[in-house]
């Protein structure tokens, strides 16, 4: 049996392999015919086990590339599609994918200097801009809070997403003040954090009811009166179900106030940092002692893409840890960087590739107009919405999720509307349950999406939705 060719730096064996997987791609995505495979989860499971047959045969098939490519593509969900827009689920940029491919075939690890040199050297730089962004000066942040000459510069750890940077936070939190520090958040946080409250082992958290949608500084202090600390509040920049912001600045001088640890979960609205026009609305986020952000979002990248910004990076001491193999003593004084305290993974594929080439490609304007598109054209849905007579509108949009609903479509209606359209594979449309009721949510993160594609999607709710 010949040995199959190994990818590398050498571009050879790749090329008719890459010739391959984007036929596969197109062929895939034709028969898909839309944004989603159509039958529901029973027809696409059948359709892919007739496509894969037995995953491990005795004999190899060379056409396994092909065959299985083109099956995934099929039976995706296509989040370039303008229809697709249930989730926080980004189209990737082409220059991103093109970058993540040059990874996978590099295959750096970010467990030790000798496995990725270049990469280490690389994620320092990036994550290092990156931080600027949440902790430089005003107006990018809280103007009381910029980076002294005195004081040691922010850092930031990459991540696989919101829910690692969120466990993180919780874990220098508690590494910080001890292990009683108690989680104090509001009903509409991103279920990753109480979850890494009990990952974590801390005390249960307090939740907050957030009624209007995103928490209520005066809330927050009584509650702060209320429960003996330690504490770490937990305030949120682009919630799930409606892209609301918390009030950072007040939030930020409660736990001032109060003497709580500040973590704000920017998952969803970091990006809103690239946009000149649109950053304003962080303001407050560099009071935090933590930030998520994750590009995998509003930043276009494939997953995973995700960063934790840290504000004091002594902070990170938490995170050391030592084995002979990967940073020895010796090395680490002969000066091999030690990258086991950048992560609580080992092995780690370079992600800060994509990010970089993102970046320097498109510049912080480029990003900016990426950013102010999406966010325009939800104000453009919400505009179309409100001037409908047979939809109701939640609100206006603060990032780019609109939520709406039919005018007189119950709950049940609706979520059979968005489970029809699922089944068809013609629509992906998200929910959320706001002011006691379900509405259907587009989140709208593809900057090529236009008012006609808009304006189809209603035709295809208002003619799915029982009358």
């Known amino acids: 049996m010949t040995t199959p060719p190994l990818a590398s730096g050498d571009s050879a064996p790749l090329r008719p392999l890459l010739e391959t997987v984007l036929g596969a791609l197109g062929e895939g995505t034709r028969e898909r015919g839309g944004p989603l495979p159509s039958g529901g989860p029973e027809a696409v499971a059948q359709r892919l086990r007739a496509a894969v047959g037995d995953v491990l045969p005795e004999e190899g098939d060379p056409e396994a ?6 099956a995934v593509a ?23 994918t093109a970058a993540d491919l040059a990874a996978s075939a590099l295959n750096p690890s970010l467990d030790s200097w000798d496995q990725a040199p270049a990469a280490s050297e690389l994620e320092l730089l990036v994550t290092r801009a990156l931080t600027n962004e949440v902790y430089g000066e005003p107006p990018r942040g809280a103007g009381n809070c910029a980076t002294s000459p005195h004081r040691p510069a922010p850092e930031a750890l990459v991540t696989t997403g919101g829910t690692e940077s969120n466990q993180l936070a919780l874990l220098l939190a508690r590494e910080s003040l001890g292990a009683d520090v108690r989680l104090i958040c509001g009903q509409n946080a991103h279920h990753s954090l109480p979850r890494a409250a009990w990952l974590l082992g801390l005390p249960d958290p307090v939740i907050v009811p957030t009624p209007t949608g995103t928490l209520n500084p005066t809330a927050l202090a009584e509650t702060l009166t209320r429960h003996q600390g330690p504490h770490l509040v937990a305030a949120t920049a682009g919630t799930t179900d409606a892209g609301l912001i918390d009030p950072l600045p007040e939030i930020a001088a409660a736990c001032e106030r109060y003497g709580a640890r500040l973590h704000i979960d920017a998952a969803y609205g970091g990006g809103l940092l690239f946009s000149e026009t649109r950053r304003h609305q962080l303001t407050g986020l560099s009071a935090a002692a933590t930030v998520t952000l994750d590009l995998h979002k509003l930043g276009w990248q494939p997953v995973a893409a995700g960063l934790l910004a840290v504000k004091t990076p002594q902070d990170l001491a938490a995170l050391h840890q030592r084995a002979d193999y990967l940073n020895a003593d010796d090395d680490t004084e002969a000066g091999l960087p030690d990258l086991l305290g950048r992560s609580l993974r080992t092995s780690r594929r370079p992600d800060v590739l994509k990010i970089a080439v993102t970046l320097k490609t498109l510049g912080r304007t480029g990003l900016g107009a990426l950013v102010d598109q999406v966010c325009d054209r939800a104000c453009e849905f919400a505009d179309l919405l409100d001037a409908h007579p047979r939809f109701e509108l939640h609100d206006r949009p603060t990032i780019s999720t609109v939520l709406f609903r039919p005018a007189r479509a119950t709950d049940d209606d609706l979520a059979a509307t968005r489970r029809h359209l699922l089944s068809t594979g013609r629509a992906v449309l998200g929910r959320a349950r706001a002011d006691g009721r379900l509405w259907l949510k587009a989140t709208l993160l593809n900057p090529h999406t236009r008012p006609d594609d808009l304006a189809a999607l209603l035709k295809l709710v208002e003619g799915s939705t029982p009358r």
């Open 65 to 70: 590339l092909r065959r299985l490519v083109r």
């Open 74 to 96: 099929e039976g995706s969900a296509d989040p370039a599609d303008p229809l697709c827009a249930a989730h926080l689920h980004c189209p990737p940029l082409a220059v991103a």
